[in-house]
């Protein structure tokens, strides 16, 4: 299938906006908004975690009624999770102002915050911030929404791509952020994607579960799963194709592109993950199940030792081996074999004679690291992407907040 | 029971060295040796990890013999491991001639390594250090052998105890090293420990148990376990004590001061962990089983928000209680309370009002920090041991190597 991709967004029927509003000290944009001109069907992932943010629990109550939505409404700068009835009450206002300022009933919102816990949210900056919201919404204004929604994050995350389904032109895009508090377990951090193919509900959960379980929840920064995690998706139909149901030859091409935008936006989050300086992919293959694999590419990613010795290219394949040993799944150590970006220096569980480390050092010092790990028990296979650790991790750690 | 405690460590009957083979480039001591005159009851724990060192291999297999142990021989600057057969070959020329030099059997020896993963063991240097280390061997040499074992550590870490069962005196001493690759999973670094009581193995060998358990395996520094852990005893008979037999008072005695020793060994192991800036505990209380106490303060004992929080003197419980909702232990969000250091901060999963910033700051400032995180859910609570994560922990994890 061919797809046009664009780094920047523009949805049929869709609008969108991104201001400040004062949740922010900096004075940063801190308020987003995405509307569609017609009634959209939309689908969600949100996050394992058992402390769940009220944005999570409304949205997975309004998108289980399953009518049509019109717009999605997302604060940065605080997480309103940890905040009791007071957060659910908050939560139920924005909302309901959103509704009125854009004229649609108040089920047909979705709603996302992200940022500091635990701290009560200030909701007279929202709804003071709402009018000049709404009065911005444009459909070329992607840039300024994907701006209104980060948190540590450096650079603000956008993506789109184009296709032809029968002779209509399709479009998926959207927005993301997420930066520390990453980690693989459903959605693990905020994305909202737009689409304006018509597609039944069922098939748009299906292709955003799968695209999510290929992509936003392969990567971790720092092994932590937020409170407020959700990946969110709106389809007005406005490219008025056949329907795309499961099953259908169309269904698979949309979740193709679907993937291919969320693949996009996942690796921008992991580029920009706190402190940041290495993009690393951990391949595990060989492994039993697929399932083995994504916990023993987990378990080495989220590796202390193994992010500091990336971080200092350092090809320290010890500490990699250890962690393996470590993850809980049955491995061989003596069948394992590990490559740094096509070199292979272990064989049998030992590293391999006449390595040049001066080759393999100059490897490690890549801004792209790939790391393959052959475990040779079976025929499963599964990537992991994350970055190192670095100084500025702890330093961005432990100034933020209070 | 009363316990004299003491810094530095004699034992009757026992021996030790410590010195420089040349193993590690600084010349500083890399290996160590304690010696009982009497053959020794003996009992060890060691790694859950699946790669393990031929060191732990063999010790497991020569304890499982049953007979009695006169020697632990130590290096430090390179662990053995992933070393395929060489390594296990290099293992056993090390105990002959331990063995040779010392006139006892081979199957007397016990052997550990620490330090580099995947490098072969510099088997001649050590060959060469050990008619110098036997020699050297003295009562009084306890801190030279500390000082053999340790790797990244920067102090030595000593500990004895003395009491009274019957009117015979015991002693129970001994020396440890660990300071990064630390989480708690059976022994999590090294340990060797040396007691004149008379004891059955059965009993020592459960006594050890109990003891590292609440202390050894209650210590996490990164959330990594070696490949090389392990902590040994012996006990040598000297006092000339009614053998010790488990189930007896006498047992529960020796337990209790052997849990002294290790506990403090431990919690040196943490104050001295890489870059720690604070020693942390984390009690977790009110929880359904002891079991989910031990995940959940695990769990936010290694969360790399909370151990950068720590070092940033930062009150950030927002980061705890979504660390504790992604442990995999079912929890009630909204029945959660947390104090820092005596201070309530959190009831009903909510922040308390009126809570003194500058006083809770004041209080995290402090170089010890005690968390309490009260589930209200059931009876059962455990502690876990930890610090904060620092800048140098980055660096002296990127630096270390190659």
């Known amino acids: 299938m061919k797809l046009k ?3 920047s967004v523009t949805i049929p029927g869709f609008k969108v906006a991104g201001i400040a509003c004062g949740i922010k000290a900096s004075g940063i944009k801190d308020l987003a908004l995405i509307y569609s001109d017609l009634p959209a069907v939309a689908a969600g992932v949100f996050t394992k975690n058992q402390v769940k943010a009220p944005s999570v629990t409304l949205n997975e109550t309004i998108l289980d009624q399953g009518h049509p939505i019109r717009a999605i409404v997302v604060n940065s700068g605080n ?6 009835k007071p957060g659910m009450v908050h939560c139920r206002t924005v909302i309901e102002s959103v509704a009125k300022h854009l004229g649609i009933a108040v089920n047909e919102v979705l709603v996302a915050s992200t940022g500091v816990i635990g701290v009560p949210l200030p909701v007279e900056k929202i709804l003071y911030g709402l ?6 919404l444009s459909s070329k204004s992607w840039e300024f929404a994907a701006e209104g929604i980060l948190t540590t994050d450096l650079v603000p995350k956008m993506k789109s791509v184009e296709f032809t389904l029968g002779k209509k032109k399709i479009s998926i895009g959207g927005i993301a952020k997420g930066s520390g508090m990453i980690a693989p377990n459903m959605a693990t951090m905020l994305g909202f994607l737009a689409t304006n193919a018509s597609i039944s509900k069922a098939a748009l959960q299906k292709a955003l579960a799968l695209a999510v379980g290929d992509t936003f929840n392969r990567i971790t920064v720092d092994g932590e799963c937020s409170t407020n995690d959700m990946v969110l998706i709106l389809a007005n139909g406005k490219a008025d194709n056949t329907e795309i149901t499961p099953g259908s030859k169309a269904f698979d091409q949309f979740t193709e592109a679907l993937t291919a935008v969320c693949r996009d936006l996942s690796f921008m989050i992991v580029k920009d993950g706190e402190g940041a300086s290495k993009f690393v992919t951990i391949l595990v293959e060989g492994a039993k199940s697929r399932e083995d694999a994504e916990v023993l590419g987990k378990r080495v990613a989220n590796s202390l030792l193994v992010k500091t010795a990336l971080f ?5 394949w010890g500490r990699i081996v250890c962690a393996l040993g470590d993850a809980g799944v049955s491995i061989k150590p003596d069948k394992v074999e590990i490559a740094f970006n096509g070199m292979a220096i272990v064989k049998d569980g030992m590293p391999l004679p006449d390595i040049s480390m001066a080759k393999l050092k100059k490897k490690m010092k890549c801004r792209e690291v790939e790391i393959v790990l052959n475990l040779n028990l079976g025929k499963a296979s599964c990537p992991t992407y994350t970055c190192d650790l670095s100084y500025d991790y702890v330093r961005i750690n432990a100034e933020y907040t209070t």
């Open 131 to 136: 009018p000049h919201l709404t009065r911005h």
């Open 5 to 7: 991709n664009s780094k």
């Open 79 to 84: 997480a309103n999770a940890c905040t009791g």
């Open 312 to 316: 200092g290219a350092d090809p320290n």
